[in-house]
């Protein structure tokens, strides 16, 4: 089992920054990559951002590229979101997710096993 643990959300103006972290712990020899997801009210689940375990190779969402960075701290194993340039469409609730069976990188929700238990971001405008 591998546990994830979000943090970091809350309430910012467009424009704003917000950093989400998300602690990996369990049987984390066995996750191949991590994402973000995120779900807005009314809306499906859709991806933002994935890393693989070792953090050297990334993808984002066209929504979001340029103006959120993943990146892995492998000491801490924790991965983290830095959100930049809000914009009112960034409010969701931000999911963390591990892969296990996914080599490289993952980008559908289904190829992910493992969920935090999400984080509110709104951005007011």
């Known amino acids: 089992q591998v546990q994830l643990v979000e943090s970091g959300g809350g309430l910012v103006q467009a424009g704003g920054s917000l950093r989400l972290s998300c602690a990996a712990s369990?049987?984390?020899?066995?996750?191949?990559?991590m994402g973000w997801f995120r779900q807005a009210p009314g809306k499906e689940r859709e991806f933002v951002a994935a890393?693989?375990?070792?953090?050297?190779?990334?993808s984002y969402a066209d929504s979001v590229k340029g103006r959120f960075t993943i990146s892995k701290d492998n000491y801490k194993n924790t991965v983290n979101l830095q959100m930049n340039s809000l914009k009112p469409e960034d409010t969701a609730v931000y999911y963390c997710?591990?892969?296990?069976?996914?080599?490289?990188?993952?980008?559908?929700?289904?190829?992910?096993?493992?969920w935090g238990q999400g984080t509110q971001v709104t951005v007011s405008s």
């Open positions: 890393i693989n375990w070792i953090g050297v190779h990334t």
């Open positions: 997710a591990a892969t296990t069976a996914t080599m490289g990188l993952a980008f559908g929700e289904y190829e992910y096993d493992y």
């Open positions: 369990g049987r984390t020899f066995s996750v191949n990559a």
